[in-house]
């Protein structure tokens, strides 16, 4: 990756683009699915995007040592034969980091594990993980990799916290667990209901958008 | 056998756990595909057939490999292997002998690998019935009864999102967000369908 003068973009860049101007559910808009159904609760966003952070790690550096190293071992016509089935092996790689995080989980963490259920082994469905090794791994080194990644999984937790915290909060009337508002507050239990997640993040996309536009809109949030 | 027990799974799995509506599985097609009632009905259609039809091989799978070699670990990379190489086999099959029904599905049959509703229920079925009485055929009702909630769904969004073509929505949420809004409001009304819980 390089930027518009053809030198190598500063390693700072690679991380931060993951947060704002690539990031991956309010830019990119990948991986819905577990976005909008984990961010019930503040615990179980900062749950599912650390999982989700270790796949991404896991595979981006793999997928990128492996093929800087079958770059160098194979001939061009070998590596094009490589490059054509690249899909099936980018998505054992993922199923493999998934099943470490799914086992870690359930044996670590089986109140969280218990609660995020279906979607701990779903992250290998994730668009981001596929996306990310696809569009960047693939073609880059394992520093700028491992920043990448860094970067997308820090950008998505990030985003499933913004979420989470609007449904928790105004939904159980709680922040972290911790009740905010008084004994009086009745909470608004459609927001921590499904349809709560497609409203708030229709609306978040909305607001993003018109922030977008009125200032001037230059790519980045 | 107990058909009421089956017909409850297939209640449950397409209205009451409707996939989109309730669990979020299956959103970027969702999406992405119903700009238009006919692509929609394509693509549900490809949904039905695959998720039906993976849930008895993810079985086979699960039952005759996987147990006796004491590896059920490793189910996760087992079931997407699995999905991925049918899905493939469907479209050359498809392809050579029923062109019809090819030129019906072709475009959408690649997108399904990673559409995250066939992982999902299978996922489920191995969560939820392996091991039970009659596991295949509640298993085969699973996903049917979860393709056909997947192609409800996105046929009453391509319907709505059809007319809200010629609507008045504001700059700012045209597009993505008033499509996320109108899935929230239908969400609401799937609410209702809690109460059938049988």
Redesign the interface.
């Known amino acids: 990756m390089s930027d518009a003068n053809g030198r190598p973009a500063g390693c700072w860049k690679e991380f931060a683009k993951g947060i704002f101007s690539q990031n991956p559910i309010f830019v990119i808009v990948l991986g819905l699915c577990p976005t909008l159904a984990v961010s019930v609760s503040i615990e179980n966003a900062l749950g599912m995007g650390a999982a989700a952070t270790f796949v991404l790690l896991g595979s981006n550096i793999v997928i990128a040592a492996l093929m800087a190293l079958l770059g160098k071992m194979l001939s061009p016509e070998m590596l094009a034969q490589v490059k054509k089935i690249r899909i099936p092996i980018y998505i054992v790689i993922i199923a493999s980091f998934v099943t470490i995080v799914d086992l870690l989980m359930n044996g670590f963490a089986p109140a969280l594990y218990a609660r995020l259920g279906l979607y701990v082994p779903l992250i290998v469905v994730n668009c981001i993980v596929l996306g990310r090794a696809e569009a960047f791994a693939a073609s880059n080194g394992v520093i700028a990799s491992t920043l990448d990644a860094l970067g997308m999984g820090l950008g998505f937790t990030l985003a499933m916290l913004l979420l989470s915290t609007v449904r928790e909060v105004i939904g159980a009337g709680k922040f972290y667990g911790y009740p905010v508002f008084g004994p009086g507050y009745s909470p608004m239990l459609i927001l921590t209901l499904a349809p709560g997640a497609l409203l708030t993040f229709g609306l978040f996309m909305g607001l993003f958008r018109h922030l977008k536009n009125t200032r001037g809109g230059n790519g980045s949030l | 056998m107990d058909l009421f027990e089956l017909f409850s799974i297939f209640i449950g799995v397409s209205l009451v756990h409707n996939f989109i509506?309730?669990?979020?599985?299956?959103?970027?097609p969702y999406?992405g595909v119903t700009e238009r009632t006919s692509s929609a009905v394509g693509m549900g259609m490809a949904v039905i057939f695959v998720m039906t039809l993976t849930s008895a091989i993810t079985w086979a799978v699960y039952e005759w490999v996987l147990v006796p070699c004491g590896i059920t670990?490793?189910y996760?990379?087992a079931f997407?292997?699995v999905i991925?190489a049918f899905v493939q086999l469907v479209e050359m099959f498809l392809q050579k002998s029923v062109p019809a029904l090819y030129r019906a599905l072709g475009i959408y049959l690649p997108l399904i690998t990673?559409?995250?509703a066939v992982?999902?229920v299978v996922?489920?079925n191995k969560?939820e019935l392996f091991g039970t009485t009659n596991s295949l055929l509640k298993c085969i009702v699973q996903g049917f009864g979860g393709g056909a909630g997947f192609m409800l769904a996105m046929l009453i969004m391509a319907g709505i999102r059809e007319r809200l073509e010629m609507a008045d929505v504001?700059?700012?949420?045209k597009g993505?967000?008033?499509?996320?809004?109108t899935?929230?409001?239908t969400?609401?009304a799937?609410?209702g369908f809690s109460g059938l819980s049988i």
């Open positions: 509506f309730c669990q979020f599985l299956g959103l970027c999406i670990y490793l996760i990379i997407i292997l991925a990673t559409n995250c992982f999902g996922t489920l969560i504001p700059e700012a949420l993505m967000p008033i499509a996320l809004i899935a929230g409001l969400a609401i799937f609410l």
